[in-house]
């Protein structure tokens, strides 16, 4: 991993670390974050809510984009939810770079519990052009 604005995502990133999500890889347009689905994050059907199954999706395009170097935001996003996920699974997003254009990004994010896909997410980013 080299230097570059995830890095310093990763050692102020209180949101991920408060729900347990974890990064095993980042870099060259792609990473992957985990979180285990806790009781907090289950809603009253007895399954996790979208919002924490989202900022899972989120997390990991928040890396992957800021894996070039300069500082990169959210321009947009959208989830499609494919399966529940339930108390205890494990959950692991897999963000991968489709396209750069200018200062925009497009990547898309699979949310799996082993090998059953959760979510599909696509988000759109922006380089503000600042560096850390």
Not at 104 to 127: K, L, M, P, Q, W
């Amino acid at each position: 991993m080299s230097s570059n604005a995830a890095e310093t995502m990763l050692e102020t990133d209180e949101a991920a670390r408060s729900l347990g999500i974890t990064l095993s890889e980042f870099g060259d347009g792609r990473a992957i974050a985990s979180m285990r689905v806790t009781a907090q994050m289950v809603n009253g059907h007895a399954i996790a809510h979208g919002g924490f199954i989202f900022l899972l999706a989120d997390t990991a395009f928040a890396y992957a984009c800021n894996s070039r170097g300069p500082v990169t935001v959210a321009a947009g996003a959208e989830v499609s939810f494919v399966a529940a996920a339930k108390l205890g699974d494990l959950l692991v997003a897999t963000a991968e770079e489709r396209t750069l254009f200018g200062r925009n990004g497009i990547y898309d994010v699979t949310v799996r519990r082993e090998d059953t896909v959760i979510a599909e997410f696509r988000g759109r980013s922006r380089s503000i052009g600042e560096t850390k």
